[in-house]
Structure formats: structure tokens, C-alpha cells
């Protein structure tokens, strides 16, 4: 046994050493919030990076996803997946939306644009999908929907960070896209999140939003929330860009490694990219199917039991929570693929940190396994 664990993920840092002149910066300025250099810098890059108009910073996603909704004037019942983080639906509730669930696809885990019409109703006003493990939606069925029933489309874009698809990125799909920088993610501010905005004028309004509602000194034009930036996340956001494409072609490395040692393993299933022409490798699931000899979730613990930190990662469905699970929709007969698919999925390790030989034992494991009768 490895008296090491190896987690599901962990947060890359660059050298403390190359932080110092950022927060040295910050001391002498002594400016810690409120848009600083570091804010207006961090925006203007993350635009050039990711290639969008506008990006407003937040402090987290949930608070960018419960703003987006505020800046969006969504009402009524939103279109939106099981299969996510709890903050998908969290964020419709908080803003006092009606989640209404809708089965996901079996190769993508996304949700599945085949299944939306029939779930819409005079209150449906949104389609919240979600990028899962960084796989673009079916983007362009999604918004010919939206655009039939005349809908607004917000994209829980929290996995797909620099991700491409046919048309460039895939952040500019919807009337708004939205990222999550937490500690986990591909790129990470300790903390943070950001929505990107089609226009100045819908950035101006999540700008007043998301700082209490303020114009000036005086004037006051919204209720809104206090979902700000501080200047020390954005510096590290700043200093986390330099180092990205490390970070991809590491992570690259990691799916590739994966996929070919998993490849032969009958009763496992690497999940399929969706037809993005650049992918982030945010996650890496593995789907374990009835021909494997052990459940998913006993090999979830025996890896576990070998030092290795997997994650259930989406178990249980948001549609089984107590908030949740007495709505019309969560039934499981509406949602047999998630359901399915949440008894079956796995993540394995996968950050820049991650070593090759901790990758290897890891396939080793699960190969090893896979031959137990």
C-alpha cells in the first residue's frame, strides 16, 4: 500500500517565489479589492486567453451563476441537468427558479437536446446546460431550441476552461457562459469565477450587480450582491496563465496515458470526447459496466484501499437531494441514462502533479482487477 494517497485532484501552484512580486505589488498599492490593477489585468488577459469579448471576475461561480441569472431576469421554470455540482441547481433556487430536470446523453453525459421540447411549459423562460467534464453540449441544437420557444440559454461552463469547439470557444455559446476558478479546476484563483458577457452594455449591468448595485459614490441601480474579486486571487490568476500551457499538455499527457493503458480492459469505458477541437482534460471518467467482475463501487474502495482517491463524480444525481427529489421531474423513469450513469461513473486522478508512475499503478490496479473472478 502506497502511504502516500494519490487525491482525485490537486491544485497546481506555480514557485511561491514567482507569487512574491504580485502580493509585493498589492502591499505597496494597498489596494486588496474593489477592480484594482490586478482585476482590470486579469479581465483583459482572460478575454485574450480564451478568446471572448467581455469577462466579469467573481469571487466564485455559484455567486457568477446566481448573478447571471439576476443579470438575465430569469423567472419561472429553467431547463437544466441532473448530472452536475449541486451549485447548478443550487443557483436556480437561490434565485428563486423552478429546476425542471431533462435526461442526459449516454455518450457525452451532457444533456441531451432531444429531450428538452417536451419538457418545456408556459413557465419555462431558460436552458441552463452544463459542459460536463469539459465536453461541449450539442450547442448548436441547444440554441435552435432556445430560439424556437424563445428562451435564454446559460451555459454552467465551470469545466470548460479554454475549451474550443467547431466554431472557437465554446464560451461564447448562449447569452451567457459561465467559469469556475475554484482550487480544483484546470485554472484556478484559489477561489474565483467569472461570466462571459456578449456585450459592454450586459457587462456593465453583472459589473453593478455583482458590487451591490453601485454607479458612483451615491447612486444605487440594482439589489445587487457583493461578489467581487479580491486584487490577491486575480494576481494569482494572472501568474496561473503564464503557466497554462504546462498544465494542458500535462494533463494531455495524463488522458492519453490513461486511455491507451485502459483500452483493453473489458467492462471499462473511457468516456469519448464530444468533437471539441481543444480539449482541457479537466476530468478523466471512467464508466465501469456490468462485464467488469467488480461494481463500480467496490472498486472505488479497492483502489481506495491502495492509496487511491478516486471520485463518484456525479453521485448521487442533484435530482435525488432532499430539495430536489420530490420534484415532478427527478423521478428516475425521466431520467434512466443519468441515473444509469451515476452507478457507473468514476474519475481517476488526473492534475499536472500527478507522476507517471502514480498513473501507471493506477491502470495497473484496474487492470489487475478486471481479471478477478
Same mark, same amino acid.
Given at each position: 500500500?502506497?502511504?502516500?494517497?494519490?487525491?482525485?485532484?490537486?491544485?497546481?501552484l506555480?514557485p511561491?517565489e514567482?507569487?512574491?512580486?504580485y502580493l509585493?505589488?498589492i502591499?505597496?498599492?494597498?489596494?486588496?479589492?474593489?477592480?484594482g490593477?490586478?482585476h482590470?489585468?486579469?479581465?483583459?488577459?482572460?478575454c485574450?486567453y480564451?478568446?471572448v469579448e467581455?469577462?466579469?471576475?467573481?469571487?466564485n461561480?455559484?455567486?457568477a451563476?446566481?448573478?447571471?441569472?439576476?443579470?438575465?431576469?430569469?423567472?419561472?421554470?429553467?431547463?437544466?441537468?441532473?448530472? *452536475? #455540482?449541486? +451549485? =447548478?441547481?443550487?443557483s436556480l433556487?437561490?434565485? $428563486?427558479?423552478?429546476?425542471?430536470?431533462v %435526461?442526459i446523453?449516454?455518450?457525452?453525459?451532457?444533456?441531451?437536446p432531444?429531450k428538452?421540447?417536451s419538457?418545456?411549459?408556459p413557465?419555462?423562460?431558460?436552458?441552463?446546460?452544463?459542459?460536463c467534464?469539459?465536453?461541449?453540449c450539442?450547442?448548436?441544437?441547444?440554441?435552435?431550441i432556445?430560439?424556437?420557444?424563445?428562451l435564454?440559454v446559460i451555459y454552467d461552463a465551470?469545466?470548460?476552461?479554454?475549451?474550443q469547439?467547431?466554431?472557437g470557444?465554446?464560451?461564447?455559446?448562449?447569452?451567457l457562459s459561465?467559469? *469556475? #476558478?475554484? +482550487? =480544483?479546476?484546470?485554472?484556478?484563483?484559489?477561489? $474565483?469565477?467569472?461570466?462571459?458577457?456578449? %456585450?459592454?452594455?450586459?457587462?456593465?449591468r453583472?459589473?453593478h450587480?455583482?458590487?451591490f448595485?453601485f454607479?458612483?459614490?451615491?447612486?444605487?441601480?440594482a439589489p445587487?450582491i457583493?461578489g467581487?474579486?479580491?486584487?490577491?486571487?486575480?494576481a494569482?490568476?494572472?501568474?496561473?496563465?503564464?503557466?497554462?500551457?504546462?498544465?494542458?499538455?500535462?494533463?494531455?499527457?495524463?488522458?492519453?496515458?490513461?486511455?491507451?493503458?485502459l483500452?483493453g480492459?473489458q467492462?471499462i469505458?473511457?468516456?469519448?470526447q464530444a468533437?471539441?477541437i481543444v +480539449?482541457?482534460?479537466?476530468?478523466?471518467?471512467?464508466?465501469?459496466?456490468?462485464?467488469?467482475?467488480?461494481?463500480?463501487?467496490?472498486?472505488?474502495?479497492?483502489?481506495?484501499?491502495?492509496?487511491?482517491?478516486?471520485?463518484?463524480?456525479?453521485?448521487?444525481?442533484i435530482?435525488?437531494?432532499?430539495?430536489?427529489r420530490?420534484?415532478?421531474?427527478?423521478?428516475?423513469?425521466?431520467l434512466?441514462?443519468?441515473?444509469?450513469?451515476?452507478t457507473?461513473?468514476l474519475?481517476?486522478?488526473?492534475?499536472?502533479?500527478?507522476?507517471?508512475?502514480?498513473?501507471?499503478k493506477?491502470?495497473?490496479?484496474i487492470c489487475?482487477?478486471?481479471?478477478?473472478?
Open positions: 500500500m502506497n502511504s502516500k494517497p494519490i487525491y482525485v485532484t490537486q491544485p497546481y506555480p511561491l514567482e507569487f512574491t512580486p509585493e505589488q502591499w505597496e498599492n494597498k489596494i486588496l479589492t474593489n477592480g490593477q490586478f482590470q489585468q486579469l479581465e483583459k488577459s482572460l485574450e480564451l478568446g467581455h469577462v466579469a471576475l467573481f469571487s461561480g455559484t455567486l451563476l446566481i448573478t447571471a441569472l439576476q443579470a438575465l431576469r430569469i423567472t419561472g421554470e429553467v431547463i437544466t441537468t441532473p448530472y *452536475s #455540482f449541486v +451549485a =447548478t441547481a443550487h433556487l437561490w434565485n $428563486g427558479n423552478k429546476p425542471v430536470f %435526461d446523453e449516454p455518450e457525452t453525459l451532457n444533456l441531451d432531444t428538452i421540447e419538457a418545456i411549459t413557465q419555462t423562460t431558460a436552458i441552463m446546460p452544463v459542459h467534464y469539459g465536453n461541449p450539442d450547442v448548436d441544437a441547444i440554441q435552435k432556445a430560439d424556437n420557444y424563445n435564454k465551470a469545466h470548460a476552461f479554454g475549451v469547439c467547431h466554431c470557444s465554446v464560451l461564447n455559446h448562449g447569452d459561465v467559469l *469556475s #476558478f475554484h +482550487a =480544483t479546476k484546470v485554472f484556478n484563483t484559489f477561489e $474565483g469565477g467569472a461570466i462571459i458577457c456578449p %456585450d459592454a452594455k450586459t457587462k456593465q453583472i459589473d450587480l455583482k458590487n448595485g454607479v458612483d459614490e451615491t447612486t444605487v441601480v445587487g457583493n467581487k474579486m479580491s486584487e490577491i486571487n486575480a494569482f490568476g494572472l501568474l496561473q496563465l503564464k503557466h497554462m500551457p504546462y498544465i494542458i499538455e500535462r494533463r494531455a499527457l495524463i488522458d492519453a496515458t490513461y486511455r491507451d493503458g483500452k480492459v467492462g469505458r473511457c468516456l469519448p468533437g471539441q +480539449a482541457n482534460h479537466s476530468y478523466f471518467p471512467i464508466l465501469v459496466d456490468d462485464d467488469y467482475p467488480l461494481s463500480r463501487d467496490t472498486l472505488y474502495q479497492k483502489l481506495k484501499d491502495h492509496g487511491v482517491n478516486g471520485r463518484r463524480y456525479f453521485y448521487p444525481l435530482s435525488d437531494f432532499s430539495m430536489y420530490g420534484m415532478p421531474s427527478s423521478s428516475k423513469g425521466n434512466p441514462v443519468a441515473t444509469d450513469a451515476a457507473r461513473v474519475c481517476l486522478p488526473i492534475y499536472p502533479n500527478l507522476q507517471d508512475a502514480e498513473v501507471e493506477i491502470i495497473n490496479l489487475m482487477m478486471g481479471v478477478q473472478k
